[in-house]
């Protein structure tokens, strides 16, 4: 069998890999129109910061490992510029020397990417305004800063590749400003969770611009950026990073089935249209997981296990059927670690799905062990468990336990069995009580009425005349500022002091974190009184406020 592959980063080199381990008879044939393959797309950013010193560290394997220890006939420079699908030939451009040849195959594998977006903006061919995808995008960044001495940067776009390029930049000593159209940075996460990375990224001396487009740039003396808002911004370097389209040019000229935004549509084996011809990674539409949507996920781990998957699946004798993405990403911004698994708030109340939530800030391990440091946790579940996303925010441990909740989706797991789940515990790692255990306690106490929550954004429109706000902190703590209307009992003196509260009202109670409002909570509720606690305590109020 001849298979000949499209691509040669993740999708492309893990697909051919997989089908060379499985079939020592298969002639194999990679593609790579650029001069590298199998790099380190996502180590890019760190190469212009500075951590990743070694221009060869970004190269994961060379094209001669692939042809002495996977005898694959790597092509690089090479471009498959069409599909002749009633041939089954593919048409070549290579472009080391200009030469132009078909090649047949028996099955194609594409996993051409995406391109990053760049709108046709007055003035955007201008120099100093860069994309980076690859690895010449990358060293042109490099030399363009050495070059020109760059001192300032407006990175447009606050998604993953921004904010990366934004923390480099600046690690890089360049003065940064990030704009941003939406109101937010990182938008898998909800407002209030991005919330922590702004002021994150602000102590760190990135400017941030939220809802600011950009019209177009301009050469004046500087570069300059010319904002929605008729501003201009003067800059020696603008990296434009507002996502990426999905590569569909290939099978769009070869008439076949295209899926949503553009990308190309297969079905759970990676098939397109063309039952010999296999499609992984950014270029393809996939489905989430947990609503069965078709959606689009520009990220690696998908791409190659795609990719492996597909290697597997031209030779048609074992057949990996895909199950969808859950959606799982993480990002280090300057001290902090932001991730998140499945769906959030604003795409579950975009999807009308019925939800509750629950927010938790543990540390990420015993208190009484030095340096530990707090997590700021977001559970989203349905009202009978089922776990549908999760985010968390903290100097450590974020991602280990968005792993966990993460493979808890993947086996259809509930908020009950985060309850149950029996983690790695020692004082320097944990706490007995693993924060991932917390989400569970919290989220299953609500959904066994033990405890019934209020939230952040619902104490604005408390008519204090007909309910009590209860601050269940320390006076100490309280001397930094109560919610408007509330009165203050400390929890410990509650059983003591009930005669002060009416017990015709609602009692909304609340404290620093959610714990202490949740102890009050049921001192109250076993009292007589109804009861509500600020999920998240004042730590979520303000992260929202
Ligand atoms: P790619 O890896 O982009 O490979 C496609 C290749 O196909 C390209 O090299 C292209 O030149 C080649 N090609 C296209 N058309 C042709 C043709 N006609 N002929 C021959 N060759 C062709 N993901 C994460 O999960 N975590 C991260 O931290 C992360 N960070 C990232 C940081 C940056 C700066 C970038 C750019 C991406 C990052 N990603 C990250 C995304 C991740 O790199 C991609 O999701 C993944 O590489 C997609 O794999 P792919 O095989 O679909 O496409």
Not at 275 to 284: L, Q
Not at 397 to 414: C, F, N
Request: aromatic share 6%; charged share 25%; with cysteine.
């Amino acid at each position: 069998m001849k298979v000949l592959i499209v691509g040669g980063v993740a999708g492309g080199a893990s697909a051919a890999c997989r089908l060379r381990r499985l079939s020592e008879d298969a002639q194999i044939v990679l593609f790579e129109k650029g001069k590298y393959i199998s790099y380190a797309n996502c180590g890019l950013p760190y190469y212009i910061g500075g951590t990743i010193k070694d221009k060869d560290r970004l190269l994961v394997t060379k094209p001669e490992t692939l042809r002495s220890r996977f005898n694959i006939d790597v092509r690089v420079e090479n471009e498959v510029v069409s599909i002749n699908r009633d041939k089954k030939t593919v048409t070549v451009v290579n472009h080391a020397d200009g030469s132009r040849y078909e090649e047949s195959y028996d099955k194609l594998i594409l996993s051409p990417g995406g391109n990053p977006k760049r709108p046709k903006l007055p003035g955007i061919d201008l120099p100093g305004i860069f994309t980076l995808r690859t690895v010449p995008d990358t060293f042109r960044i490099d030399e363009y800063i050495k070059e020109h001495g760059s001192k300032s940067a407006v990175v447009v776009g606050a998604g993953f590749i921004g904010v990366e390029m934004a923390e480099n930049l600046k690690e890089r000593g360049l003065d940064v400003t990030i704009v941003e159209f939406l109101p937010q940075a990182v938008s898998n996460l909800d407002p209030e969770m991005a919330a922590i990375l702004h002021r994150h990224l602000r102590e760190n001396g990135i400017r941030l611009m939220f809802g600011t487009g950009v019209k177009g740039f301009e050469q004046k003396e500087r570069l300059c950026v010319r904002l929605s808002d008729e501003n201009e911004l003067p800059a020696d370097l603008v990296i434009l990073s507002i996502g990426v389209a999905p590569d569909s040019s290939l099978v769009k000229d070869a008439g076949l089935p295209l899926g949503i935004r553009d990308s190309i549509r297969v079905d759970d084996t990676f098939q397109t249209g063309d039952p010999d011809i296999y499609a992984v990674g950014d270029a393809i539409d996939v489905k989430q997981f947990i609503t069965g949507e078709e959606t689009l996920l520009a990220l690696a781990g998908p791409a190659n296990r795609q990719g492996r998957a597909a290697g597997e699946n031209v030779l048609g004798k074992r057949i990996q059927k895909d199950e969808g993405v859950i959606g799982s990403a993480i990002l280090k911004v300057f001290g902090l670690t932001a991730a998140s698994t499945g769906l959030n708030e604003k795409q579950l109340k975009e999807k009308k799905l019925p939800y509750l939530k629950t927010y938790v800030h543990p540390s990420d391990h015993a208190t009484y062990y030095p340096n530990s440091t707090q997590l700021s946790m977001k559970l989203l579940f349905a009202p009978d468990g089922k776990i549908y996303g999760a985010q968390a925010v903290g100097a450590a441990g974020s991602d280990k336990r968005i792993d966990v909740i993460a493979t808890a989706i993947r086996l259809g797991g509930t908020v009950y069995d985060l309850e149950k789940l029996e983690l790695c515990y020692a004082p320097p790692y944990s706490s007995a009580k693993d924060p991932v255990n917390m989400l569970g306690f919290t989220a299953a106490n609500m959904l066994r009425g033990d405890v019934k929550p209020f939230y952040a954004e619902d104490t604005d429109g408390l008519d204090r005349s007909k309910v009590t706000l209860l601050d269940v902190r320390t006076p100490e703590e309280t001397a930094t500022g109560m919610l408007d209307g509330a009165v203050n009992i400390p929890v410990d003196e509650l059983r003591s002091r009930l005669s002060e509260l009416p017990k015709d009202k609602p009692v909304y109670a609340y404290c620093a974190v959610g714990l202490r409002g949740y102890v009050a909570s049921r001192i109250l509720t076993q009292h007589g009184f109804d009861v509500y606690n600020l999920s998240g305590g004042m730590k979520t109020w303000r992260d929202v406020h």
